[in-house]
């Protein structure tokens, strides 16, 4: 069964280092999404990706964030100078799209440590 | 308000039903949704219903609208230790992003 996967499973930088996390998504779908969890807390939406642009993005997205998709099968998420409070389990999802194609299937997360 | 409410906790004996309970905020959400996730891994979609449906069954998982309420429901028949998680009900207000409540960790005792 086609699964999202996501690498590293586990990320530490120092304050202020850019870090890149990296998803691959289901291979026919259309839509991408990275959702993050701070220990002990609720899953946030972040940003949504569809046809090369940013669809929708929250309030956390802010400047130092950044969504890329190089090529036809990789996501990225940038943190250009990560903060003390990224710290958080990061999750990738995808969907093919459209009403036949809600569902979001989500990556096994990349947990970035900050220190 | 704003927010998925979801009750924290919910402890059940093994081979007794769970029925974890959620509000979600938009009547104009189009699906609403149930994930699952166990320690240290990632978000299992369970299952999820179209708002124009009152009930969806789907083997041991039952999910029930009531959407005059806003409320959403999943009950899991027959609970086993594997059902031990955390699940998280979500709502899809619009195309691209999903809203989750805080998570509902379900234990299950021998």
């Known amino acids: 069964e086609p699964e999202v996967t996501q690498t590293p499973s586990h990320q530490v930088t120092q304050m202020g280092q850019e870090v890149i996390l990296r998803c691959v998504p289901i291979?026919?779908?259309?839509?991408f999404y990275w959702y993050r969890q701070i220990l002990g807390q609720k899953v946030e939406f972040l940003v949504s990706f569809y046809n090369n642009e940013i669809s929708e993005k929250s309030e956390i997205f802010d400047d130092q964030f950044s969504v890329e998709r190089p090529d036809g099968s990789n996501f990225t998420l940038k943190i250009r100078s990560t903060k003390l409070e990224d710290s958080a389990m990061y999750f990738c999802a995808s969907s093919s799209g459209g009403q036949g194609g809600h569902e979001q299937y989500f990556g096994p997360g990349t947990r970035l440590t900050v220190t | 308000g704003e927010d998925v409410e979801q009750s924290l906790f919910l402890s059940v004996r093994e081979g007794d039903s769970s029925v974890i309970n959620c509000t979600y905020t938009?009547?104009?959400?189009?699906?609403l949704y149930w994930y699952k996730q166990e320690p240290g891994a990632g978000l299992q979609l369970l299952t999820y219903i179209f708002s124009n449906m009152d009930m969806k069954q789907d083997q041991r998982l039952t999910v029930l609208l009531n959407k005059k309420d806003k409320h959403l429901s999943l009950r899991i028949a027959d609970t086993q230790t594997g059902d031990s998680a955390i699940y998280f009900c979500?709502?899809?207000?619009?195309?691209?992003?999903?809203?989750f409540g805080a998570g509902t960790t379900v234990t299950v005792r021998a």
């Open positions: 979500a709502e899809r207000r619009n195309d691209y992003k999903l809203s």
């Open positions: 938009d009547s104009s959400s189009t699906y």
């Open positions: 291979s026919n779908h259309l839509y």
